[in-house]
């Protein structure tokens, strides 16, 4: 892997930066070069957030992208403002139990999760977020399994007793993720 | 110490506290609230002393005290508030006192928005506030370089008893990278020497003022802090040069995170047989004049790329001194170039220019 760019976003809230820092964070801890660039405009509290990490062997040159080589999206206003900017043959992920549209990239790799039930399934509606962060590292490989699981207890380690169902939500996607895959 | 992934306005209050700064006044300001709100916390666990305010005017008059005392001291603002305490950093300029000032430019003029800008290189480098007097401005292009430079301009600020400015866009104070710290914390407090406010019990009494009546002594006065600014000019310039080795097509000038953007577009472009170089100031006062000049004399043409409209130029414009053409590109206002909109800047140059690159 060269380099890998991530755009992650939502409304303000569903937790694509936290998502984002889990990502640069165990990418980190693996040796690799990584930047965090939020969004951080007046549009943020309940608006859309996105956040670009970037993930390299090299040093990251610009950190912020506008053409990204993947896309998780957790609602409609962020897959209709980014959609289109995927690079061609990159990866669009979709929070499908909130985007009821398709997105009508052709060229690229087109994943729909239900994050939203399988967070519930995993025994917390409000961790769809790592969903799609599980279903994405299960999908490209871009860290290893374990190591988010990791930044999930570090993240949690104050408040422990939501460390099961936020690690459950990850797996949960992660195994989505690997069955889409396999399916390719 | 291991790698930590920080926000670039923490890692700058983490910076300050391993430099021995333990003393900072301030005022919240979008996009560098977060060094105070940093500060506020780390600083009462290092034994420290964290102001806020009632004002910009306040926090940079508060920073002139401490230092007259003798403390390492730390103000941060962004664009609106850096021009309210412009007024006071032309009497510690004066006072000649060793403080250090962070500027996490946001877009302008006016109150502007929150969004990145450079839009005050002009400010930091040229006319900060009334009087002669200079700063030394030092402009990261990284979380890693934020931290470096900030310890570096405490121990300028002392070397010289002289202000100095970190100078960074919105993104380097909100986004995260990875970031080392030096284990060793330097022990406060700083020399006092000969002029620092410590209490005149059996010595003779030391005043700090910059009221000078008398004009034989403030020409002296100004012509110390010129000789002073010299010494600066002659010892401290620092720059990046990027792919400069060779001839090269096209030498792009830039600093701070716009430098990055445009080593990305460069990168894109060499894959087409196109040699660009980057210059990066590091210090944009003194600016590294003879440096660039040597790297211009390599490039067929020059651009400066600055979220602004057209500031750093001025200098690339000093330092070419008519010996190639120079064209600009920037975006101000919040917005930031993309590579791609870097790519296409650099095409127009590349054109003008006669490069090009590989056969297509």
Redesign the interface.
């Known amino acids: 892997m060269a380099s890998t760019e991530v755009l992650m976003a939502g409304f303000g809230g569903q937790g694509m930066l936290l998502s984002g820092k889990l990502l640069a964070h165990a990418a980190m801890t693996l040796g690799k070069q990584v930047s965090w660039l939020p969004s951080y405009g007046p549009e943020m509290r309940g608006g859309t957030a996105n956040v670009t990490v970037c993930v390299s062997d090299k040093p990251v040159g610009s950190p912020y992208i506008t053409r990204p080589t993947a896309l998780l999206v957790m609602n409609q206003p962020s897959l209709e403002k980014f959609g289109s900017r995927v690079r061609e043959g990159g990866l669009i992920v979709i929070n499908s139990s909130l985007i009821p549209i398709k997105s009508d990239r052709a060229d690229c790799k087109v994943l729909y999760v239900d994050a939203a039930e399988l967070a519930r399934k995993a025994g917390t509606a409000r961790a769809a977020n790592l969903v799609m962060l599980g279903c994405y590292v299960g999908w490209s490989d871009i860290v290893e399994r374990e190591s988010v699981v990791k930044e999930i207890e570090e993240e949690f380690s104050s408040k422990a007793k939501f460390i099961p169902a936020n690690v459950a939500a990850y797996e949960a996607g992660y195994e989505a993720g690997l069955k889409l895959r396999g399916g390719a | 110490m291991a ?1 930590v ?1 920080m926000k670039g306005n923490e890692a700058i209050g983490e910076a300050a506290i391993r430099a021995g700064c333990v003393h900072f006044f301030g005022y919240p300001i ?2 560098q609230s977060e060094v105070p709100e940093y500060l506020a916390k780390r600083l009462p666990e290092v034994g420290g002393r964290f102001v806020q305010a009632e004002s910009e005017v306040a926090a940079s008059n508060m920073i002139y005290g401490a230092a007259g005392v003798g403390m390492r001291v730390l103000t941060t603002s962004s664009s609106p508030g850096i021009s309210l305490m412009a007024e006071a950093l032309s009497y510690i300029a004066a006072c000649e006192l060793p403080v250090v000032l962070v500027n996490i430019m946001r877009a302008g003029p006016g109150l502007g ?3 990145p800008s450079q839009g005050d290189y002009l400010q930091a480098t040229k006319g900060t506030a009334h009087g002669d007097f200079d700063l030394i401005v030092l402009a990261p292009d990284s979380v890693q370089e934020a931290v470096r430079l900030v310890i570096s301009a405490f121990e300028l600020a002392e070397k010289y008893r002289n202000p100095v400015m970190v100078i960074g866009d ?2 380097i104070g ?5 970031v080392e710290f030096p284990d060793e914390v330097k022990g406060p407090p700083l020399d006092p020497g000969d002029w620092a406010l410590t209490g005149c019990a059996g010595r003779e009494k030391r005043i700090i003022n910059s009221l000078y009546l008398d004009p034989d002594f403030a020409d002296r006065h100004n012509r110390k802090l010129k000789a002073k600014f010299e010494r600066i000019r002659e010892a401290e310039q620092r720059w990046e040069a990027y792919n400069c080795d060779g001839p090269c097509d096209l030498l792009v000038v830039s600093f701070g ?1 716009m430098s ?2 445009c ?3 460069i ?1 894109e472009l060499k894959a087409e047989g196109f040699k660009i170089g980057l210059f990066r100031p590091i210090t944009l006062k003194p600016y590294p004049y003879e440096a660039l000049r040597k790297a211009a004399d390599k490039a067929k043409r020059i651009i400066s790329i600055e979220m602004n409209m057209g500031q750093m130029i001025e200098d690339v414009k000093l330092a070419a001194l008519g010996t190639k053409p120079i064209d600009f590109f920037g975006m101000a206002g ?1 917005l ?1 170039p ?3 909109d870097v790519v296409a800047a650099l095409r127009d140059s590349l054109k003008k220019a006669g490069a090009g690159g590989k056969a297509r």
Do not use: F, N, Y
């Open positions: 790698k992934l979008t996009p928005g929150i969004l919105g993104m909100q986004m995260m990278e990875p995170m990055r953007i080593k990305t577009a990168e919040g930031v993309s590579p791609d």
